[in-house]
């Protein structure tokens, strides 16, 4: 049995998640990590039992066996660090975004192909238990076809908790690109590709007070626009709106809703840091049987929501213990394989063009045509060997 070895590049909050999760597969073994400075990657490799350290990205590109890198940067590095190991002849696996313009995330793609390496880019949270369990209700017919879905991530930012909160409200940043990943991601995985788009945004403070963590009272300026609706229309005509927010109190809406011709499957959680960036949760869904506007006046004890068993591997609803890796896994074996990747660079790609387009709509108050698309990844088998 081949077995890759992975170079893990940034050592900060969820590089334990991820090496730990690697730990569990044969396939793959933590062989190296980087941060800034070695001593902090020492550090690091010493606590999870890591063999090499380097005090910088290059170093570690550098190193002849390593076989896949790993970049856990913060996402204006994404971009740099990914080129620069396709280059060397290394297989990516990045967190999201894929970068933060089309331009050098274009040149990833392209590296990739020329080099017949491996891309592949987070959230995986796509192959967790509840939305492999929706695409499995989506694939027996249950809800009939498609016709729409909603997704919305509705909160009061950031700066409410993080230990670092600064970047999150510069260029690059924002609650699209931060959170919208995770959204967009699960609705590719169920839907397919986009064909078109259009959003509305607006920046609601210019200056905001940190409300929590170790910068709190401290005042953040706001460069990027921290309210934005979006309009999609996929490949397969059905239609979406996409909510990204940092300037709501609280909200009552659902995570996400996937509507059919038959059915609507509802994914709602009380926290919106859950929802599609976690890989568990609730799977509620309703068909006609279930309606309840059949006469007026309205029953006063509708049918209930059918709780659908979650009972599929990855299904943690902790932030603080996930399954952040398994698409990094899920890549080694394809490239043992020679297949398609699930978390892939194209579908990646395809997510940081559609957020791009919105804001650029959100300026231009036009709709933009899509120049990417991926395939549908296939479901994540029981076993996930394969």
Avoid at 43 to 57: D, M, N, T, V
Avoid at 222 to 235: P, S
Avoid at 360 to 376: D, I
């Amino acid at each position: 049995m081949n077995k890759y070895n992975v170079g893990v590049i940034g050592v900060g909050d969820i590089s334990d998640k991820y090496i730990n999760n690697l730990k569990q597969y044969d396939i793959v073994n933590v062989l190296a990590c980087a941060a800034r400075s070695k001593e902090k990657a020492e550090k690091r490799a010493a606590e999870l039992g890591i063999p090499r350290a380097y005090g910088s990205a290059a170093e570690l590109i550098n190193d002849v066996d390593i076989d896949i890198v790993l970049n856990l940067t913060v996402p204006g590095a994404h971009s740099g660090i990914n080129n620069a190991a396709l280059k060397a002849g290394k297989h990516v696996y990045s967190e999201k975004p894929l970068g933060t313009d089309l331009e050098s995330a274009r040149e990833t793609m392209r590296l990739a192909e020329e080099k017949g390496l491996y891309i592949g880019c987070a959230p995986d949270t796509f192959l967790g238990a509840r939305l492999q369990t929706c695409r499995e209700i989506i694939d027996q017919g249950k809800i009939g076809d498609i016709i729409g879905a909603g997704a919305y991530c509705l909160y009061h930012g950031i700066d409410t908790f993080h230990n670092s909160p600064f970047f999150y409200f510069k260029e690059g940043a924002g609650p699209l690109l931060d959170m919208g990943p995770y959204y967009l991601t699960a609705l590719f995985s169920l839907m397919g590709p986009v064909k078109r788009c259009s959003a509305m945004a607006k920046k609601s403070f210019n200056r905001r007070e940190v409300l929590g963590g170790p910068y709190k009272g401290e005042i953040l300026d706001v460069e990027v626009d921290t309210h934005i609706l979006g309009n999609l229309e996929f490949a397969s005509g059905a239609i979406a709106s996409v909510i990204t927010s940092f300037d709501v109190w609280d909200s009552e809406m659902p995570r996400i809703e996937i509507y059919g011709t038959k059915g609507t499957i509802c994914m709602k959680d009380p926290d919106p840091l859950d929802g599609p960036n976690i890989f568990g949760g609730e799977v509620l869904l309703k068909t006609q049987k279930e309606y309840r506007w059949f006469g007026f006046p309205r029953d006063e004890k509708p049918e209930p929501w059918i709780k659908v068993p979650v009972n599929k591997p990855f299904s943690s609803t902790s932030h603080a213990k996930n399954s952040r890796g398994i698409g990094l896994v899920d890549m080694a074996y394809a490239i043992r394989d020679k297949r398609s990747p699930r978390a892939s660079g194209k579908m990646a790609f395809h997510a940081l063009e559609v957020m791009i387009k919105m804001l650029e709509s959100a300026k231009t108050h036009e709709f933009y045509e899509m120049e990417s698309s991926f395939e549908l990844p296939v479901p994540l088998p029981e076993d996930f060997t394969a």
